[in-house]
Every structure is written in C-alpha cells, then in structure tokens.
Nanobody
Framework: QVQLVESGGGLVQTGASLRLSCAASGLTFKNYVMGWFRQAPGKEREFVAY???????FYADLVKGRFTISRDNDKNTVYLQMNSLESEDTAIYYC??????????????????WGQGTQVTVSS
C-alpha cells in the first residue's frame, strides 16, 4: 500500500519560510518522479514543482526563485523549501508521485499517488 505523508505546513506571515516534507512508503522511491501541487479555496489544483530521481528540478513560473524542491532517495522523502512566502501561496499542498524516471508531473492527471495534503496559510 502506497502512502505519501506530508508534514511541515502551518500559519506564517508574509515573507516567512516553511519547509514541507513528504515521506513515501510502499513504493520503490527511486522509480518515481516526485512532485508538489497546491490547491487554494475555490481554485483548481495546480502544479508547483517536481523532481527527477537524479535530482533535476522543475518549477512553475509562479514559484521559481522562491521555492526549492529536493529529495533524499535514502530516506524516501521529498522536500519543498518555500521562501519569501506571499498570501497568494496560501493553499493545501499535496505531495505527488508518478511512476517513471524522466517523466513530468505538471498536471494532476499525470499523478499515480497523492498525499493527504498539508495546509499552508500566509497572513499579510
């Protein structure tokens, strides 16, 4: 049974930083591209970032330069470091996994497994 468990969300002020973690189990982590999506109230789930097994990252334009995705293949964990947070970053953040080594995860339809989500709230 595949499980993706996110942690690290919370309430912060504009300009602050947060680090999200996603611990994966029940799958061969190195065989999956890992990603992050987010969903704000009343909006569709949107792509944030993904990372290949070898560590190459890809980002949505809205977060490029502020967010950093990384992974630890020994710990089966993917991270999202979020800096310079803005109120527009307020959303539930979801960890995502897609089978493959060099695939992309830029749309919800590409995702094989989802985490339960962690709330990030940025107050101004």
């Amino acid at each position: 049974q595949v499980q993706l468990v996110e942690s690290g969300g919370g309430l912060v002020q504009t300009g602050a930083s947060l680090r999200l973690s996603c611990a994966a189990s029940g799958l061969t982590f190195k065989n999956y591209v890992m990603g992050w999506f987010r969903q704000a109230p009343g909006k569709e789930r949107e792509f944030v970032a993904y990372i290949w097994t070898g560590g190459r990252p890809f980002y949505a334009d809205l977060v490029k330069g502020r967010f950093t995705i990384s992974r630890d293949n020994d710990k089966n964990t993917v991270y999202l470091q979020m800096n310079s947070l803005e109120s527009e970053d307020t959303a539930i953040y979801y960890c995502a996994a897609r089978r493959g080594v060099l695939t992309s995860v830029v749309a919800p339809g590409f995702v094989d497994y989802w985490g339960q989500g962690t709330q990030v709230t940025v107050s101004s």
